[in-house]
């Protein structure tokens, strides 16, 4: 079997997206099948990208991008694209003679495929991994029911309706995808996992960093992770005031950076944390771990919105691996992952006092974590494993291509 995968960024850049993608090409790989990886022009937005770049023993063709004008530009851009992915796809496609195209959100990459598809007479495959028009909504550069909201939702039903095949990462997206008139027969779930033997448990607290953030002593909760704002940022620092008053010991960390950064620079400010809440900034992908030895709770208070009840993230089945203790908001994505009070903990969303509470009440029961780490390390390596994940696809292939059902 021999897939060829679309895709609209990749390894090196640091993502929840290229670390599913590079999970699912090394299990393939494994699993004896060949890949071919082409990624769009948006991965190399300047003229100088390499025709092919090899990324931790991956081979990526690449798009060659443009700064032009037009293709900034509202719909010229979005059809730019697809044009340049469509030519990139069916040059390689006549090089390495695929058996089926597999092509990931979003939807441009869809398009590109089902063009470049049809003209060469192979099937395709589409997985949607999350609603792209929901997170534009989030980041604030689109309205909900707005022109470019409906007209990208348009985009993707109609590479839905064309694939041969789709699959998708999670139940809420997969009821979505139904409602919207694609039959179920059509949709196989490829759920989020994580390879265990890449997130052992984390070890002894760093005290390198222990000393330099003053956090010896310290009960300390923590994201680690991008600041979006349907991350919940505010609400957890929001809740620091009252948090210190019930336990003086406890210190707020914030690894990473993003859309919000200035915002809860601003919050933390009005509120007089400076004290109680660290802020690192982004720090490199290898030093992350360090940050994870010196917490005591992670929190994901993701806030409830289309995007996050729909979508499961990565990071607490990542949490689940290194047997990190974690608050989440029940929002559908935690709850499709998370057994509340067996595997992790959860607290109703957008809800101060209730993350308060549960916080709190957490922290009152360390005799409690043991066990919850045990069943959360389970979890990942008996369920949510890459194995399991990536055979869900194999019935998916073989009814695309019969011939090759004795690799499949």
């Known amino acids: 079997m021999h897939v060829l995968h679309v895709l609209d960024h990749s390894i090196p850049l640091q993502s929840g997206y290229t670390f599913r993608t590079r999970a699912i090409l090394n299990e393939q790989r494994a699993l004896g099948w060949t890949t071919t990886q082409v990624t769009g022009p948006k991965h190399n937005p300047g003229k100088a990208a390499p025709p092919v770049e090899q ?10 991008g443009s700064e032009d004008l037009a293709e900034r530009l509202p719909v010229i851009g979005q059809w730019s694209v697809i044009s340049v992915l469509t030519k990139r796809l069916i040059e390689v496609a ?23 598809g049809r003209a060469l007479g192979l099937p395709v495959v589409y997985e949607i991994r999350g609603f792209w028009e929901d997170a534009a909504v989030s980041h604030g550069t689109s309205r909900e029911g707005g022109l470019r909201y409906r007209l990208t939702r348009a985009m993707e039903t109609w590479v839905l309706k064309r694939a041969d095949e789709v699959t998708c990462i999670c139940e809420g997206i ?13 949709i196989t779930i490829v759920p989020n996992a994580v390879d265990a033997s890449r997130f052992q448990p984390v ?24 600041f979006y704002a349907y991350e919940g940022l505010d609400l957890l620092v929001a809740a620091m005031p009252r948090l210190l008053a019930a336990r003086p010991d406890i210190r707020l960390l914030l690894v990473g950076g993003g859309q919000v950064t200035e915002d809860i620079k601003q919050q933390i400010a009005q509120l007089g944390l ?16 360090a940050y994870y030895s010196v917490t005591d709770v992670l929190v994901y208070p993701r806030k409830s919105m289309r995007l996050t009840d729909l979508v499961t993230p990565l990071k607490p089945l990542e949490a689940m691996a290194q047997k990190s203790m974690f608050l989440a908001s029940d929002v559908g994505g935690h709850k499709e992952l998370v057994r509340d009070g067996i595997t992790g903990t959860l ?55 019969p011939g090759e059902s004795q690799s499949c």
């Open 55 to 64: 990324v931790d023993g991956l081979e990526f063709y690449r798009c060659q």
């Open 94 to 116: 006549r090089k390495v003679k695929p058996d089926v195209i597999h092509a990931h959100s979003p939807a441009l990459n869809g398009v590109a495929a089902i063009r470049a």
């Open 174 to 186: 997969r009821k979505d995808l139904v409602a919207r008139g694609i039959p179920a027969q059509k």
């Open 203 to 226: 070890g002894d607290r760093n005290t390198e960093i222990e000393q330099r953030l003053q956090l010896g002593g310290k009960k300390v909760i923590a994201f680690i992770g991008s």
């Open 274 to 289: 400076q004290d109680a809440v660290i802020m690192t900034g982004r720090v490199p992908y290898e030093e992350v771990e």
């Open 347 to 401: 607290f109703k969303a957008d809800d101060l006092d209730d993350l308060v509470k549960s916080l709190l009440d957490l922290l009152d029961r360390e005799e409690s974590w043991p066990a919850i780490r045990e069943a959360g390390r389970d979890f990942v390596e008996n369920e949510r494993n890459w194995v399991n994940s990536v055979a869900n696809l194999k019935p998916v292939y073989k009814r695309l291509v």
